[in-house]
């Protein structure tokens, strides 16, 4: 079956996109081939491969309204192994546009179909936020992966997005799991760190990542190069953080 991946957190800031980039361009590094779709009106997981999002015609705005096929709004191998749907500051209007539509919840598991078996991985980066656009990304997922940063603030985020993860599970689609949480800026050396890891660990067992990705300022620059961090600076601690990551996703599949 293929793995189809919500990278989700209802709070912001806590490196998401990130995530969702360089697991991506990581777990294709390991031979995979993998979709990236940008739910996020935002677009940064778009240009964090270098494509410019503000020149995107064919874009999940697009698809959504059904003005082109999912294999038209495909880019295919931004990076070896990548392949993604666009976004760009367009989709901020779906939520209006979709208003009245039947299933709209539903509009890219439909679409996806056509696609499924192309890929071994096709991963979401969600918006910051519940709207039709996490809720497309999870009625079509069968895993949720929850970046986490190391703050107590953001157990609060964890806990709403468990509580979405189960309602729509309960409601949309029976298939959805938490398939694990990544500790990101992580700081080995602040207590407050491992404070936040004990106690996600102790409430989450099974779901926790061995891999931690920690604080690195060539993970903040990568982006700026519209590069995966693995692309950017391959020996840097980033890319082992996420290398290691993928190799433990890969590993539960």
Known sequence: MEKIIAVANQKGGVGKTTTTVNLAACIAELGKKVLLIDMDPQGS?????????????KTVYELLLGEYSVNECILRDVIPGVSIIPSNVNLAAAEIELIGIEDKEF?????????????????????????????????????????????YLALEGLSDLITTVNLVKERLNPSLDLEGIVFTMFDG????????????????????YQ??????????????????????????????????????????K
């Open 45 to 57: 997981a778009t240009s964090g491969f270098g494509v410019n999002k503000v020149e995107q015609e």
């Open 107 to 151: 509009i890219l598991k439909k679409e996806l179909e056509y696609v499924l078996n192309d890929y071994d991985y096709i991963m979401f980066d969600c918006p910051p936020s519940l709207n039709t656009l996490t809720l497309n990304a999870m009625t079509t997922s069968n895993s949720v992966i929850v970046p986490i940063q190391c703050e």
């Open 189 to 208: 050396r602040t207590v407050l760190s491992q404070d936040v890891v004990n106690t996600v660990t102790q409430s989450f067992p099974d779901k926790v």
């Open 211 to 252: 891999a931690k990705i920690s604080r690195n300022v060539r993970l903040s620059e990568a982006p700026s190069f519209g590069k995966p961090i693995n692309i950017y600076d391959p020996k840097c601690s980033g890319t082992e953080n996420y290398r290691a990551l993928a190799k433990e996703v890969v590993s539960r």
